[in-house]
């Protein structure tokens, strides 16, 4: 895959994403329960944490340093990105990198991310997310199964 064609799909994923967050925050009311579809309400938040809310002790020092090492790891998987030859997990890596540099800028803007889809199944509520999240989770799931196909294939060469 061309570097072009990598820098325009990882412009589309973060604007789908920053552009989604701006919609929602200008129609939602903060942690106001909207019905959305089964098992996903929306629920609009602001965490500066990260996954799952996780070190989220508001706004402050710990927000920029989340900031910065979100930064150090996506020019790690960028290098990954451009040393990759397969398709699958070239697509991987920008889907990853298109979702970390979403929550980044968002982080960036106010120490903050955005998220409103709120996972729940039942009375069990699992995680609120944003599709930066989602662009993250369905590539690194993309990126195990690649490895794993790629694993699969040379040991099936080898034997």
Do not use: C, W
């Not at 069990?124 to 794993?148: K, V």
């Amino acid at each position: 895959m061309s570097r072009i064609s990598i820098y325009i799909y990882l412009f589309l994923l973060i604007g789908l994403d920053l552009g989604i967050k701006k919609i929602v925050s200008n129609i939602l009311i903060p942690f106001e329960v909207v019905d959305f579809i089964p098992f996903i309400n929306l629920y609009l938040t602001f965490n500066s944490g990260i996954a799952f809310s996780m070190f989220d002790f508001g706004v402050g020092v710990s927000s920029y340093i989340l900031l910065i090492i979100g930064i150090l790891i996506v020019t790690f998987l960028f290098n990954q990105l451009f040393e990759e030859d397969r398709k699958d997990a070239q697509i991987s890596y920008i889907l990853i990198i298109g979702g970390a540099l979403g929550n980044i800028i968002d982080r960036a803007i106010d120490g903050v991310v955005t998220d409103f889809l709120h996972l729940y199944i039942s009375n069990f509520s699992f995680f609120i997310f944003n599709p930066a999240d989602a662009f993250i989770t369905i590539g690194a799931l993309l990126l195990i199964y690649s490895e794993f196909r790629k694993g699969f294939n040379g040991q099936k060469s080898n034997n």
